[in-house]
């Protein structure tokens, strides 16, 4: 049997990125930017492959329910439908998840979420699938949906999901005495917020291709975001060894979290060895929104205790995050909302309990800046708060209680590395600010509600904001987190000719997932190694784990893994020079260094060119026999788990700080708004990218501002009202502010090169900057995101009571 050859259009575009120039610190061009741009670079959901079917997923319309009988008969009687599966089909573990494997591949006995597949099938085509769907005979009972995320958290008589409880993880921290903090405050402030469902909103749907190989085995092609974790669930559910599994990366169109947990997966592969053909799926949007995990939504409960001058002295709070029927990552996510609850603050006295529970509501996971992201909501909002109350500016109040180097955090961990926390606020602040709307009228596309309102400017009010967030880069919590990568130098042929230039190629099982991570292991690539031609190979299961492409990471653990490669590459270059310097009898003082395709002396001189080392045409060898290739991990220092009693424990690898100002205008009559200005300052260690950096911190800041003001998937009874993009809405280049980044470059002594992770720290500041903007020009205390204009016109209550202590079921500082 010959394996077909996946391909897709566009596919005269080579698989290999090729770069020729940029190291650290440059901003090259990326070498997949052209094709992404003109269309012809080849997406997930392009994938062809000869002779394929198309496979399709029959999903549950109900939250909660008992599956009384399930029929499949009709649709496998269907012309031109190839295979029906359900869960007794498949052959493995019925189970998969990122930590815990508690989710079906298909539904057993129950379904617990609007949306969870039941059954699979293959078909000639696509709307032959789709008529074979409609034909299976499914008979539920619906059963009493749990809902309600805070009575999950404390309601311990509520039905159970799961045998062990409602409970996913609670993360409790416990730091100095509480008790005393509260005598001595002379001012409290608290507060409840709530945050809503944000969705990744990724451009590309979830799509993959499975090919059956001749040793019972399949090939996955997928837009993933995690390779090898991909592989070892396919395949324990598959029942086959993972050597038998391998995958490869297909283009990925976005994915900010939400390719972490598996999709076509697994029933592409189900139904590819069954039917012994290439198998494709591709879900629609509808599908896209059911199938895959959103950001959490969260309910907090607040209280700072300080001094009248502003300086904290406890802060009490209780987190509810909702993670729908299964796991996820939920633990994670409690862990983050639990370590970072607090804020980038030193605060003497801390009691946080965060909790991740299960409920019948969407399944909820990674989403860019996970756990932190909803805390800073309600810790910026705090701070807002307990500067009114003293009569103090806002930023003057963050910056007295600003973390710092040398600080500790509430887990007790030492941060050993810059903290500019004060200092990012207050650049920010001196940044100008866009000029006022004209006295005489402005322009319609100015004003909130954009040419659609209706507004002509007489209720119009302009606020600004002020936030600042943190959050950790990379895996911690005691997880050995590395990244693998294989780094081969060698003199290219081509119809028989050897190249006079050598190239490094790399290879690593990293996804670049649009974040341009292929961009930057190129540059990591020519700095070490001091060649212009860099191929960075296709990402697959060939080569050893690189982890995750979340958590910040790559360019921290993955770009660390390659200079390690380059590093042993380099050394070997250089025990070949010195064998040629023995044989030339010269000798050469002091260190070498490659530059130019060359290996040079301490005082400039040329000791050989790296053509002639591998045995160019007119090197010493025959003419392009040596080849160098070096295999590395890299490892970051290691973390340890928390204390389960008291949250206590060097938990975290680094921490990446973000500051935003945020002015707004704001239609009191209307409740439109329009964000008019989104200033950032952040910390990066160190730019290995600066316009990647850029590019960065200026999406993060607009993922966060759409959490603020409109995205929000609206779930009523378990059920999302609006899984399109015509209902669920995301800021566009008419919404998005002019954005000034101010970039600082505070090395950490712990990273390569000094870099910090880039990517979600901007998510963190933006949302709370651009609420406080909002709060600063109505003068509504809203506590909610997204603010609806309903908050703003008095038509919800926008927010719970100052003193919010009992209001909410369960007891304060419980656990």
Not at 307 to 332: F, I, K, M
Not at 344 to 370: H, L, Q, S
């Amino acid at each position: 049997m010959t394996t077909p050859s996946p391909t897709a259009p566009g596919s005269a575009v080579d698989a290999r990125t090729s770069t020729h120039t940029g190291r650290i610190g440059d901003s090259p061009l990326r070498p997949d930017g052209t094709a992404k741009v003109t269309g012809a670079f080849p997406y997930a959901s392009d994938l062809h492959a000869e002779g394929m079917a198309w496979g399709a997923t029959l999903r549950s319309p109900h939250p909660s329910a008992r599956i009384r009988s399930l029929d499949t008969s009709a649709a496998a009687a269907l012309p031109g439908v190839l295979a029906v599966l359900t869960h007794i089909d498949v052959p493995g573990a019925n189970k998969h998840g990122l930590e815990h494997a508690d989710q079906p591949v298909l539904a057993e006995d129950v379904v617990r979420y609007e949306g969870e597949p039941v059954a699979v099938v293959a078909a000639d085509d696509p709307e032959t699938a789709r008529r074979a769907l409609a034909l299976i005979e499914v008979q539920y009972e619906p059963l009493e949906s749990l809902l309600d995320p805070w009575r999950a958290a404390f309601d311990p008589d509520l039905p159970h999901l799961h045998p062990d409880g409602n409970v996913v993880r609670h993360v409790p921290i416990r730091r100095g005495d509480l008790a005393s903090a509260r005598r001595q405050a002379e001012v409290v402030v608290s507060g409840e917020y709530e945050v809503g469902m944000q969705d990744q909103a990724f451009l590309g749907p979830e799509a993959g291709l499975a090919v059956p190989t001749p040793d019972g085995g399949v090939d996955l092609h997928v837009a993933t975001q995690w390779i090898h974790l991909d592989r070892a669930q396919v395949a324990r559910c598959l029942g086959l060894q993972p050597e038998k599994v391998q995958v490869t990366l297909a283009g990925v169109g976005g994915a900010f979290g939400g390719r972490e947990d598996l999709s076509v997966h697994v029933p592409a592969c189900l139904l590819a060895l069954r039917t012994g053909r290439p198998v494709k799926m591709v879900y629609d949007r509808y599908e896209s929104f059911h199938a895959h995990v959103h950001r959490h939504p969260a309910r907090l409960r607040y209280e700072h205790g300080a001094l009248r001058d502003g300086t904290l002295l406890y802060v009490e709070a209780q987190v509810v995050l909702d993670g729908g029927p299964y796991a996820s990552c939920s633990p994670e996510v409690a862990f983050n909302a639990a370590t970072f609850g607090i804020g980038p603050y030193v605060v003497p006295a801390v009691r946080m309990d965060a909790y991740a529970v299960y409920t019948n509501n969407p399944v909820c996971g990674a989403m860019r800046g996970f756990g932190a992201v909803q805390v800073a909501v309600a810790y910026e909002a705090q701070m807002d708060r307990l500067a009114a109350r003293i009569g103090m500016d806002p930023v003057e109040v963050r910056q007295r209680n600003a973390l710092r180097q040398g600080a500790r955090m509430p887990t007790g961990q030492l941060v050993d590395s810059p903290a500019p926390v004060a200092e990012l606020l207050q650049r920010v602040k001196d940044m100008p600010l866009p000029p006022p709307l004209p006295a005489d009228g402005a322009d319609q596309r100015e004003l909130p509600g954009g040419m659609a309102g209706s507004t002509r400017g007489e209720g119009v009010r302009r606020g600004v904001g002020y936030a600042v967030g943190f959050k950790n880069v990379a895996f911690g919590e005691g997880f050995d987190d590395f990244s693998t990568a294989r780094v081969r130098l060698s003199l290219e042929k081509a119809d028989g000719v050897v190249s006079a230039e050598p190239t490094a190629t790399v290879h690593t099982a990293a996804a670049e997932v649009g974040q341009g991570l292929v961009t930057v292991l190129g540059q990591i690539a020519r700095e070490e190694l001091g060649v212009g031609r860099v191929l960075v190979a296709p990402a697959d299961s060939g080569v050893g784990d690189s982890g995750s492409t979340s958590a910040s990471r790559q360019t921290y653990v993955t770009g660390g893994a390659v200079k390690a490669a380059c590093e042993a590459v380099r050394a070997r270059l250089f025990d070949l020079a010195g064998e040629a310097l023995a044989r030339e009898g010269r000798q050469v003082q002091g260190p070498l260094r490659l530059d130019g395709g060359k290996v040079i002396g301490a005082s400039g001189e040329v000791v050989a060119s790296l053509t002639d080392l591998l045995g160019g045409p007119d090197g010493a060898g025959e003419a392009g026999t040596t080849v160098i290739e070096e295999e590395a991990e890299y490892h970051h220092r290691p973390t340890q788990r928390l204390d389960p009693a008291t949250g206590q424990g060097d938990a975290n690898v680094q921490f990446a700080f973000c500051a935003h100002r945020a002015v707004v205008d704001v239609d009191v009559e209307l409740g439109l708004v329009r964000v008019v200005a989104l200033d950032a300052a952040q910390d990066v260690g160190r730019a290995v990218n600066p316009d990647s950096v850029v590019g960065q911190i200026q999406g993060g800041a607009v993922q966060g501002m759409g959490l603020a003001v409109m995205e929000e998937l609206i779930v009523v009874d378990g059920r999302i009202r609006n899984a399109s993009f015509t209902d669920y809405l995301i800021p566009t280049v008419l919404d998005t502010p002019p954005m000034r980044v101010d970039v600082l470059e505070l090395r950490d002594p712990h990273a390569p090169y000094g870099l910090r992770g880039v990517g979600e720290p901007p998510t963190v500041s933006s949302t709370p900057a651009v609420v406080a903007a909002v709060r600063a020009a109505t003068g509504v205390d809203v506590a909610r995101v997204p603010v609806r204009p309903a908050d703003l016109v008095g038509l919800t209550d926008p927010g719970a009571s100052h003193d919010t202590r009992g209001v909410l079921p369960g007891p304060a500082g419980k656990g």
